[in-house]
């Protein structure tokens, strides 16, 4: 007669069986918090820290259609997901104005 549990005690000891749980477990976690980033929404102080941007800077974004949000009643919402996805492109422009910082600095050298 087979005995199940002891065979199956055994497996979920074993070293395949522990990383498949780890797997099945890292997935989940991944997914579920993908889905609470994409779901959450954020008001307009933690979003403009966000951009590094003023808050009138960020109102003046949305009346511009540059920025996504939703409106709460009267309140703007911004879903954490489109602000890590504008916060990437934000980030360019930065990096195309240190050169020319780079190039002042030259200019000054007495050489």
């Known amino acids: ?3 199940l549990t002891t065979e199956l005690t055994a497996w979920l000891r074993s070293v395949d069986a522990r990383t498949l749980m780890k797997e099945i477990v ?3 976690v991944q997914t579920e918090i993908r889905g609470a980033l994409e779901d959450e929404l954020i008001d307009v102080e933690r979003a403009a820290a966000m951009l590094d941007m003023t808050e009138g800077a960020l109102r003046k974004a949305v009346e511009r259609g540059q920025v996504p949000c939703q409106r709460v009643g009267t309140r ?4 954490r997901m ?4 504008k916060s990437g492109r934000a980030s360019t422009p930065s990096a195309r ?3 020319s910082r780079s190039r002042s600095s030259t ?3 007495p050489d």
């Not at 703007?76 to 879903?79: E, G, H, Q």
């Open 1 to 3: 007669m087979i005995d």
């Open 26 to 28: 890292a997935e989940a």
């Open 76 to 79: 703007l919402r911004f879903r």
């Open 82 to 85: 489109n602000l890590l996805s």
């Open 97 to 99: 104005r240190a050169p």
């Open 107 to 109: 200019r000054d050298d």
